[in-house]
């Protein structure tokens, strides 16, 4: 069993910046793909970013290229999303996930391990 534990989330205004955090526990060791994605009311839970854990290759979406890094502190057991130049379009709840699969996993249903979220609300 993976938990994953949220924080960072906030209130900011457009173009400001916010970093989330993930922390780990459990079987860490059998986690590949770790990401993050998110979820506006009304809307479907999309895939925001994702690294693999071993190469560190990273997956953007479209929508937050330039300007979201994902990145993973293994010593620390912790993920991390940077986000800048925040839009009120990325208004959501944002959500870690884990995979145990070997492959890199980019859909939300290969993700086997969920946090329980943490908000963040950009205003304009």
């Known amino acids: 069993q993976v938990q994953l534990v949220e924080s960072g989330g906030g209130s900011v205004q457009a173009g400001g910046s916010l970093r989330l955090s993930c922390a780990t526990y459990g079987y860490t060791s059998e986690t590949y793909s770790m990401g993050w994605f998110r979820q506006a009311p009304g809307k479907e839970r999309e895939v925001v970013a994702v690294?693999?854990?071993?190469?560190?290759?990273?997956w953007y979406a479209d929508s937050v290229k330039g300007r979201f890094t994902i990145s993973q502190d293994n010593a620390k057991n912790t993920l991390y999303l940077q986000m800048n130049n925040l839009k009120p379009e990325d208004t959501a709840m944002y959500y870690c996930a884990a995979s145990f699969r070997r492959n890199f996993v980019v859909v939300a249903a290969d993700f086997d391990f969920w946090g329980q979220g943490t908000q963040v609300t950009v205003s304009s």
């Open positions: 690294i693999y854990t071993g190469s560190r290759k990273t």
